[in-house]
C-alpha cells in the first residue's frame, strides 16, 4: 500500500497498472479511486495459456476537476 501511495505522489496524469491477482487489483484500484484517478480502459491478457491464470491491464487517468 505504501508503494502506491507514493506512486499517487508523483501526480502523473495517466497510469499502466498490470494485475495478476483480482484480489490485489480490487484493493490497489481501491486507492487509485479514492486518489482522484479513474479507469479508462482494462483488458484481459492470457500470458500462460492452458492454465487458470489471466493478467489483467488497465489504464488509469486522473480524473478532471475543472
Known sequence: ???LIKIVAYGVERIVY????PTSLVRDLEVFLESGYE???AS???MFPGTGHVETVCLLAQTKTE
Open 18 to 21: 498490470i494485475s495478476c491477482k
Open 39 to 41: 479507469m479508462v480502459r
Open 44 to 46: 484481459g491478457v492470457d
Open 1 to 3: 500500500m505504501y508503494t
